[in-house]
């Protein structure tokens, strides 16, 4: 290492290029690269969300219509077949509560579960959910089962 090969740490070093809006003599003086008048010139210019450049935004063209229920519930189905599915890929056995269909990534954390009746149900299963379809109840019950309801 000599002195004529010193060089700072890989990274240490940050160039932050010319200083902008300090004066004539900086050569980035005057405007301070923000072009002249308009909106985006002045200080606190924040655009705003879906801002279309006073362009009527497309959120206010598009028509709106309907109407949307705050106390709806939504559930997370959960059909016969997939049950019967995962009986046969040995992933349940005998019981299936909310924790193993969240375990086995069929409902989240916060889903409500419905369990639906599509296909048909050949195992003996303790079903726990949030809610069942008429159908499903008399296919679990049918196949030896016991459906509870949270």
Same mark, same amino acid.
């Given at each position: 290492?000599?002195?004529? /090969?010193?060089?700072?740490?890989?990274?240490? !070093?940050?160039?932050?290029?010319?200083?902008? +809006?300090? #004066?004539?003599?900086?050569?980035? #003086?005057? &405007?301070? =690269?923000? +072009?002249?008048?308009?909106?985006?010139?002045?200080?606190?210019?924040?655009?705003?969300?879906?801002?279309?450049?006073?362009?009527?935004?497309?959120?206010?063209? !598009?028509?709106?219509?309907?109407?949307?229920?705050?106390?709806? !519930?939504?559930?997370?189905?959960?059909? %016969?077949?997939?049950?019967?599915?995962?009986?046969?890929?040995?992933?349940?056995?005998? =019981?299936?509560?909310?924790?193993?269909?969240?375990?086995? +990534?069929?409902? =989240?954390? /916060?889903?409500?579960?419905?369990?639906? +009746?599509?296909?048909? %149900?050949?195992?003996?299963?303790?079903? &726990?959910?949030?809610?069942?379809?008429?159908?499903?109840?008399?296919?679990?019950?049918?196949?030896?089962?016991?459906? !509870? =309801?949270?």
């Amino acid at each position: 290492m000599d002195l004529h /090969n010193l060089k700072p740490a890989e990274g240490s !070093v940050k160039n932050q290029g010319k200083r902008i +809006g300090r #004066g004539q003599g900086s050569g980035k #003086g005057g &405007t301070a =690269t923000r +072009g002249h008048k308009g909106a985006k010139s002045r200080s606190g210019y924040s655009k705003k969300v879906g801002f279309e450049g006073g362009q009527m935004p497309l959120q206010r063209r !598009v028509p709106k219509f309907g109407f949307t229920n705050i106390n709806r !519930v939504e559930y997370q189905g959960v059909n %016969l077949d997939t049950l019967q599915q995962l009986v046969d890929e040995k992933k349940i056995k005998d =019981t299936v509560d909310f924790n193993t269909l969240f375990e086995l +990534g069929l409902a =989240t954390k /916060n889903d409500l579960v419905k369990i639906l +009746g599509r296909g048909e %149900l050949k195992s003996k299963l303790k079903v &726990t959910a949030h809610k069942f379809t008429a159908s499903a109840k008399a296919a679990i019950e049918a196949a030896g089962g016991e459906a !509870v =309801t949270l």
